[in-house]
Structure formats: C-alpha cells, structure tokens
C-alpha cells in the first residue's frame, strides 16, 4: 500500500499537471471513434491548476490533504477522470451533429467566440490586451486559453441547438389543442381586480378628520390631498395612488379588504395605519374577468409548441444518443491505461 502511494505521489505532476511539469500537451488520454482528446484539451476543462490555487488561498490545510494524501489524490484523479467522460460525450453529440448532416465549421465557431470576447470586454470598458492581462493576473490562464475552452463548450452547444432544431421541425399544435388548454387553464388567463384610487395620509387622526370634513364640505378630494397629504410620493399628484391590485404591498391588509369591495366614487376613511391615518377615494374598478381566446393564443400556441419540441427532443435524444454512444469505439487512454 505505501508503494502504491509513493508512485501515486511521483505520477501527480504527470497525470494532474503535464503540460505544466512535463510537456506532455499532446498526450492522447482518450480516443472517441477515431478523434482524441489531448492531455491539452483535458487540462483545460478540468481547471485543476486553478481550483486548487483557490483551494490553497482559502484553506491550506485542505490543499495538503488534497494533494499530499493518497485519498486526497485520488479524489483528484476521480475528478479529473469525471471531466472526461463528460468531454467524451459532448464529442459524441459534435460526431452525431455531423452525422445527421449538420455541419459546425471552426472557422464559425472561432468568430462567434471571438465576437463574444470582444463585447465583454468593451462592457468592461477594456481592451482584448487588457482582458488578456486581468486573466493571467487572477489565475484564469490568459485569453487564448479560454478561447479554447469557450470553443469546445460552443461547439457542443450548437450541436445540440442544431440538431433540436432538426429533430423538432415538423412539430406543430392544432386548434383544438389550443382550445382544450385554454379551457383546462382558464386560471392563467384571469386578470387580476385593480383599482385606481385617490389617498390622503396624515400623521394624526384630527388631521385626517380636517380632510374629511372640507371633502364633506365640497371640496375637491385631490386639492385636500395636496394640501394636507404628508404623503411625498402622491401628494403633489393630488393623492393619485394610480391602478394596483390586491397584492399591491403598499396596503395594509385590513384597508385592502375595505377598498376592493367599495364602489367607485366612495370616500373611505380614515383609517390607522402602519403609516398614519388614511382616507382613500375609489376612481376607477376594473373587475376579475376572463382573458379572450383570441388575446392570449398565440402564448399558449408557444407553450404547447415548446412542451412538444421538448418532449420529441428528449425522446430523441435519449434514444439516438444511447445507440450512437454503444455503436461508438470508446478508448479511455487517462494515466497510460485502456478502459
């Protein structure tokens, strides 16, 4: 056991790092129906370098273990073996995008990536040159690095677009399909109860009393809000809350039941608050009611198309995927072994 550990501490460097400590970026550590993936390619995925120099600024002791015990390295290995299967079945998706005639070039992917690099910089008010040197500086490798791994990650990522997209063309929803749903759901197409309200809010009860009386009196609601209102966000609109409905936050529960079964003109109030005393009057009520059909079929014609493209691309997939994956050589070549 101490000599299987002894050589697992000599094969550290090599298998975790060989680009670093040994030159090896070549190294072929898996072949996947006759296209490989590199050392290069791994360490680059798999981040270690990175991870573990986070890992040793947080937490020293963890970095040892890690990287001094022979459980720590082999949970390493684990990890670092899990990052290439990972990277074996994204080559398989790219191999089965062009094996059902879609064709993802370098030169297409390199542009968008490029394209990519260059807005997230200027969002950062930088240059590529910059970008380049602010990576280096926090241990993410410098820019050609992360194209690298940005390409590989677009590339699977555009097959798997590409193919949905293949795959799911001829689905389509009927008219009868979207009227069960819109029956089915009527709940979704319920607009809410809102109301358009006018308030007054005093910090006392005989301030709000005082409003009461001269809107009692005749005078105009929104001229006493703008008059009496300690309300900053209203009171120089007259007292105009605008529409909202019941779960408005604003309102306090036991106002809200009052005044959304007031009718429109009522002057309600005042009542004590959270905020003060306040005295509201109903302008406009728009009831609960029923969205047309028509209004709302295009939304649900989108949801049933994308329920459907989802469900034809999950069975496709999981069963296309499967057979390819079986019907593909497979070498897994990771520390100088076959599997």
């Not at 890992?55 to 899990?82: C, H, N, P, W």
């Not at 968008?112 to 690099?117: A, E, G």
């Not at 006018?198 to 009860?205: E, H, M």
């Not at 007031?262 to 728009?286: C, D, M, N, Q």
């Amino acid at each position: 056991m101490r000599k299987m550990f002894l050589l697992l501490i000599l094969l550290l460097p090599i298998v975790l790092f060989p680009q670093q400590e040994t030159g090896a970026s070549t190294e072929v550590v898996a072949m996947v129906n006759g296209e490989v993936i590199t050392m290069e390619m791994l360490n680059l995925e798999a981040d270690l370098s990175r991870i573990l120099k986070g890992i040793a600024s947080i937490d020293t002791r963890f970095f040892d273990v890690l990287t001094t015990t022979q459980e720590g390295i082999m949970f390493l290995l684990r990890y670092k073996k899990e990052v290439l299967n990972d990277m074996v079945d994204q080559l398989l998706i790219q191999q089965l995008a062009r094996k059902e005639g879609i064709d993802i070039s370098d030169e297409e992917v390199g542009k968008i990536v490029s394209k990519r690099l260059e807005d997230t910089a200027k969002s950062l008010g930088a240059t590529i040159e910059e970008l380049d040197k602010f990576l280096k500086e926090s241990g993410f490798g410098d820019i050609e690095k992360l194209k690298k791994r940005l390409k590989w990650a677009l590339k699977t990522q555009l097959s798997l677009e590409r193919l949905k997209e293949k795959v799911t063309a001829s689905a389509t929803v009927t008219e009868d399909e979207v009227k069960s749903y819109y029956e089915n759901n009527k709940d979704q197409f319920k607009t809410q109860s809102s109301i358009h309200a006018l308030r007054i809010l005093t910090k006392t009860k005989e301030d709000a009393e005082k409003a009461l009386d001269l809107i009692r009196s005749g005078e105009d609601f929104s001229k006493v809000a703008s008059d009496l209102s300690v309300d900053e966000l209203t009171k120089h609109t007259g007292g105009d809350m605008g529409w909202f409905t019941k779960d408005a936050p604003f309102l306090d529960e036991d106002v809200k039941k009052i005044i959304f079964n007031a009718p429109v003109g009522a002057i309600l109030g005042p009542y004590k608050t959270s905020k003060g005393w306040e005295i509201y009057k109903i302008v406009e009520i728009k009831r609960a009611s029923l969205i047309p059909l028509e209004k709302v079929k295009e939304d649900i014609v989108n949801i049933l198309l994308s329920d459907k493209k989802n469900r034809m691309w999950n069975d496709w997939l999981k069963k296309s995927f499967n057979e390819f994956k079986k019907q593909s050589k497979v070498e897994i070549l990771l520390g100088g072994g076959k599997e």
